[in-house]
């Protein structure tokens, strides 16, 4: 199966190794969500690795705008967070699958080649997630409850990054948030 996917993210080993191993035929490289949402208006592509962590904006945002403008884009997320971390906020969002940066080659091209034939990808850490998601008795965890831009905010926050960092992420002003 050789694919034209395009990588939202910044590893060029990614790329190469989807190249060497015959997985893609060509891939399209995205720096930021915007080229990633641009690129998506111009071409059709088999999958989509969109990483969580983009300069300009959350993964989990150009997730949302990319089903908007492709809904049968198959999106898988591919990020340096765990599991636990985003993948049923991911797979709530549209997207076919969550892949953590730590698998190795053989389950990534796995999971590549599941979501172009259409189906989910859902590792075994992924599952377990979801079990206790679903299977949950009582209220939600408070974590649970936030929103996406949130959520988004407590793990910068919780990651130690300042505030004047985290509002430019977000695109956000002090003026913003005191007009509210």
């Known amino acids: 199966m050789s694919l034209h996917i ?22 399209t490289e995205a720096q930021t969500g915007g080229e990633a949402l641009e690129a998506v208006t111009r071409h059709n592509y088999e999958v989509v690795l969109l990483d969580i962590s ?23 997320m591919f990020s340096m967070y765990r599991e636990d971390q ?7 969002a549209g997207a076919a699958g969550y892949l953590s940066k730590t698998v190795d ?4 091209i ?3 080649q599941q979501v172009a034939m259409g189906r989910k990808y859902v590792s075994p850490a992924m599952a377990e997630a979801l079990a206790d998601y679903v299977s949950f008795d009582g ?12 959520y988004q905010t407590l793990c910068m926050l919780a990651s130690g990054k ?9 695109s956000l002003s002090v003026k913003d948030e005191a007009a509210q």
């Open 105 to 108: 080659a053989a389950q990534m």
């Open 6 to 27: 395009l990588l939202a993210d910044d590893h060029a080993v990614v790329r190469q190794l989807l190249i060497d191993r015959g997985v893609a035929r060509e891939v």
């Open 139 to 150: 209220e939600q965890l408070p974590h649970e409850k936030l929103s996406d831009r949130e």
């Open 86 to 92: 985003y993948a049923v906020r991911a797979l709530k």
């Open 110 to 112: 796995s999971a590549i």
């Open 162 to 170: 300042r505030l004047t960092y985290i509002a430019a992420t977000l």
């Open 54 to 76: 983009l300069p300009d904006m959350n993964g989990t945002e150009v997730l949302k705008r990319l089903k908007r403008k492709a809904p049968r884009a198959a999106v898988l």
